[in-house]
């Protein structure tokens, strides 16, 4: 049975920092792309950055700089770090693991409020 269990979640300041994890059972970890993705209330999922198995990352312009993805093929485990948060970047925020055959599985996401 494959899981994804987001956390690390919660409320943070404008300017503020989290790092959200994504721990993952029943899959072969490091022969799948991670990904992270945000949904805000009323508007479509929206893509927050990737990692490859191999460890490169790719980020859309908006968080670029910001937001660093990594991951620990030992622990099973990806990470989000995200820092300079800002209101317009409350959402759940989700992680996807997909495999190089196209298998893909999603986690339950986590809140992150910004807010003052």
């Known amino acids: 049975q494959v899981q994804l269990v987001e956390s690390g979640g919660g409320s943070v300041q404008p300017g503020g920092s989290l790092k959200l994890s994504c721990a993952a059972s029943?899959?072969?970890?490091?022969?799948?792309?991670m990904a992270w993705y945000r949904q805000a209330p009323g508007k479509q999922r929206e893509w927050v950055g990737a990692i490859t198995a191999g460890g490169t990352a790719d980020y859309p312009g908006s968080v670029k700089g910001r937001f660093t993805i990594s991951r620990d093929n030992a622990k099973n485990t990806a990470y989000l770090q995200m820092n300079s948060l800002t209101p317009e970047e409350t959402a759940v925020y989700y992680c996807?693991?997909?495999?190089?055959?196209?298998?893909?599985?999603w986690g339950q996401g986590t809140q992150v409020t910004v807010s003052s």
């Open positions: 996807k693991a997909r495999s190089w055959r196209g298998h893909e599985y």
């Open positions: 029943g899959i072969v970890f490091n022969r799948y792309d």
